[in-house]
């Protein structure tokens, strides 16, 4: 029996409080990490201080937020701003379309979905995709809940109480904190990988990426992200009817 | 821009938190569709996967702030030294391999003196 059929005896409080204990876990730590760079990205960037809070938890997604930092600082028409945000964001919806059918069931309303969705970010929806097989099926949306609203409002408080203290690190140290995200969401993804075209998607991924960072900066991301996933997923289907016929 | 009054606030409410929510609410609308076990969410994952691959690869080709001006060979050499870490590190392999590729770009920066 597994987590998915298993009949589950707790509570949904009991499911969202094993959520936010997540808080406590590496990815989380490492996103804490990240947002002390970005207050003190933002500090240098003479940002008040509660601006930087209210966007933290408003936009909740770490490339987007730089952008909208360079948008605020050029002076850029909040149209421009909007446009260049929003294409940064496209990325957030095949990651929620992915994570939506693993943690919901029958019974949970559309509204409370829409709702959780704002919590998705690269950091949950890793640590979500690993961790929401452990955790019985009715109890999922509580558990990424726990997890998901207890990171965001961390870390409103992180970038607040941090914001001034950290405007001038060493220079290895800032380093070493921005270089912490690519590491570990590379380890993450291998090891949350339960289907062998995760791992053809990332390194179809990860050459595109720099490809199209090269030859279409502008719209990189998603053109890497679109042909680089259906490329993946098209050879791994070949290769998988291939060994059924056999 | 200004920083004052309440104009920062509607412009990151638009710019910023509507331009990525809507996103995220078209994805609860298609995954609602998407049956576990179909071959759509199998192509949904490829592209999720690769979205964030694409995000990964940039900040390891194209950093910004400190590492903006560090060499190529060094950010690349940190990622083989993780790896390396990483599959041989057995239960611990993610912070093994993790502090691995921090510590030769510590060292690195050090000695390149940035």
Known sequence: MTADTAPDTQSQTHWFLIGMRGLFSLPAIILMLSFVGFAAFTAEANIPVDQVMFMTGMVWALPAKVILVGSMLSGAHVAAAFIAVTLSSVRMMPMVAALIPEIRDRRTPTWLLLIISHFVAITAWVFAM????DVPRSGRVAFFAG???TLTVTNIILVGLVY??????PPIVSGCLFFLTPVYFLTSIWISARHRVIYW???IGLALGYLFAVIAPEYDILLAGIIG????WWAEKQLRQKEAGQ | MSFDGVWP???IAIAGWLATDIWRWAGVIAGKRIDENSEMLNWVRAVATALVAAVIAKLIFFPTGVLE???LWLRLGS??????FFFIGGRFRQPLGIAAAMAFLAAGLALTGV
């Open chain 1, 130 to 133: 690993e961790k929401v097989r």
């Open chain 1, 147 to 149: 997890f998901g609203i």
């Open chain 1, 164 to 169: 001034g203290a950290v405007s001038h690190f």
């Open chain 1, 201 to 203: 998607a990332l390194g």
């Open chain 1, 229 to 232: 996933g259906t490329v993946a």
């Open chain 2, 9 to 11: 606030y509607i412009y």
């Open chain 2, 69 to 71: 001006n560090s060499p």
């Open chain 2, 79 to 84: 990622i083989l030294f993780g790896a390396l």
